[in-house]
């Protein structure tokens, strides 16, 4: 598995569970640093995406990019694919599509996270399942224009009423006939360890055959913190995603605590300690 650590590039999400938070180049200077091979990339739009400076900066630094983050579009707009009014849906698609075209271009998957939005009141529960299916199908469809994925995260039950757990999540693919279509999982350890029973279950449920819907990993603690510092079992979760057959990235999308630098060398820390007793 892979190592990757999050760089938000948005002032309004300052207070996010990002770990660098000044910059492209210094995010990408510490993340070398810690000994990450990529990077996960929080830009406000496709306009900002920061295309000319990228490739400079992950070649002197020895980096790829491993996903590209899209809930600006929500933080500073309010845009989403679940929402009742077909115009924002639209704009949502538009919005998420540049991003999509932007990460493509550094071979990349793009992030549906905050931007599935939430079922609004007055609107059921189907209806918003089949805008979220449409809207997926047409961006899946774009992400393989560049031979990407696309990858859809389930969030906890605070952040949407879609779906909150990975094993709800990919029985909606599988009814909607997306789960052949590009769309794989993200599991953020974080949201699932609000939701889900069993962390290393679920990940058996949703990554193993037949159809392997697992595309990334948020690697975080409970306490949204590094690996380490909450209480999540990170042996179990690791086995169970070796278990799967899963060689994907393992991205911290935590907290910068105490310090990013010391976040950033906790989950390498993490990592390490697993891959070295690992015995695949
Ligand atoms: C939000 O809580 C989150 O986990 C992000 O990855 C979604 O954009
Ligand atoms: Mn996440």
Redesign the pocket.
Known sequence: MKTAITICLVPEASRG?FVFHDGLAAGCRAAAQAGFDAVEIFPADAAAFPSAELPGLLQSEGLTVAAV???AGWVRQRLSLADSDASIRSQAISFIASIIDCAGEFGAPA?I???QGQVAAGTSHEDADDWLAEALATLAERAARHGQILLY?P??RY?TNLFNTQTAAARFLRQHGLAGSGIKL?C?L??MNIEEVNLADTIRGVGGLPDGLIGHI?WADSNRQAMGLGHTDSRAVYEALEATGYDGFLAA?VFPLPTPAEAARQTIRSIQALADSSSC
């Open positions: 569970p983050g899209t809930g992030i996270g905050s931007m995260e969030l906890n952040e993200l953020d974080f949201h948020h999308e």
